[in-house]
């Protein structure tokens, strides 16, 4: 199993920014791809970014594209989501979720909950107008 925990979250004011972290461990050589999703209140968990622990590879929902930026660091098995430009619209919870090894993993970064199978706790953020 992989265990992941999220921080970072926080209170903002529209225009701020906020740095998420991710820490991966456990079984975390079995980890492919690493997402951040998030879901507002009311609202269906969506996907914001994705990125591959081997290439670096990334992937973004258009909503985020230009102001939030995925990153990683291998020895520390942490992934990073920097929020950047943040509106009241990207207030949510944010969760980090690991995809496990497959042939899949290497050819796309899923932007589907279904494929990724560890899961956070998740951290909060709130964006005030």
């Known amino acids: 199993q992989v265990q992941l925990v999220e921080s970072g979250g926080g209170l903002v004011q529209a225009g701020g920014s906020l740095r998420l972290s991710c820490v991966a461990s456990g079984r975390t050589s079995n980890s492919c791809n690493m997402g951040w999703f998030r879901q507002a209140p009311g609202k269906e968990r969506e996907f914001v970014a994705a990125i591959r622990w081997s290439d670096g590879s990334t992937n973004y929902a258009d909503s985020v594209k230009g102001r939030f930026t995925i990153s990683k660091d291998i020895a520390a098995n942490t992934v990073y989501l920097q929020l950047n430009s943040l509106k009241p619209e990207d207030t949510a919870d944010y969760y980090c979720?690991?995809?496990?090894?497959?042939?899949?993993?290497?050819?796309?970064?899923?932007?589907?909950?279904?494929?990724?199978?560890?899961w956070g706790r998740g951290t909060q953020v709130t964006v005030s107008s």
């Open positions: 979720a690991s995809e496990e090894k497959t042939l899949k993993c290497l050819f796309r970064l899923s932007p589907r909950s279904d494929d990724y199978v560890y």
